[in-house]
């Protein structure tokens, strides 16, 4: 498949994790398509884990090890340093679910004229592997998110121009990712799902909060004005997690 144009910048932020920063640089180099570039943004790591990275440095288009201001302030960096067309986050600790993902997402968005391209994800959870279907209609975005952040591509120019609102940080927490990628569809940006899984992730992490996630949504979707559709919808889904959680 002709590869020109379709330059591929793939994001890793990691801090303090030595024990999953190989396996995630390795799904990134196993990757077919051989028009991409890698970034690895270190937020100072003290235990091995730039280390690792230093390892290789030869393959890397940029990299560095230094404090930062969280995760969504390292995503930033590397959105800046990125020169590809399209932009994927790959956060340590997660991984490609094989190596033709990025040759999969190029070949079945030849022929899409869409500003973000995503996929559905692989969630593992204590050994076990759940297959997570992302929606397919983008509007389900006025209320839910429709796909994990990493199981997605950006056109690049789009990205630099909305990078993550790190002023709502105190706001949101680890809900910037959502954020942004609401804020693109308030815009008009194009989405189009592909029939793919594009990466595995541990359930373990910091947004693994199911009552404060709703809560994020909410602020999210609500833009920060009270609306009754939207904050009936968060009671009712809490309620139910609620409710499901004590039946469990």
Known sequence: MEQVGNKISVITVVYNDVAHIRETMKSY???TWENKEYIVIDGGSTDGTADIIKEYTDRLAYWCSEPDGGIYDAMNKGISHASGDWINILNSGDTFVDKRVLEHCM???CNVDADVIYGNSREIHK???RHIEAYANPSIMDLV?????GSSLVRAKVH???KFDLSKHEQLGYALDWEQI???YKQGCRFCKLDLEIQSFQKEG???NTIRSFWYNYQITSEGRFNLRKFIYFIRITTTSLIKGLFS
Do not use: C, M, T, W
């Open 29 to 31: 180099f196993s990757q």
């Open 107 to 109: 070949e079945l968005s």
């Open 127 to 129: 050994g076990k592997s």
């Open 145 to 149: 998110p429709v796909y994990r952040h």
């Open 160 to 162: 630099k121009a909305n």
């Open 182 to 184: 609401h804020r693109l």
């Open 206 to 208: 910091i947004s693994d």
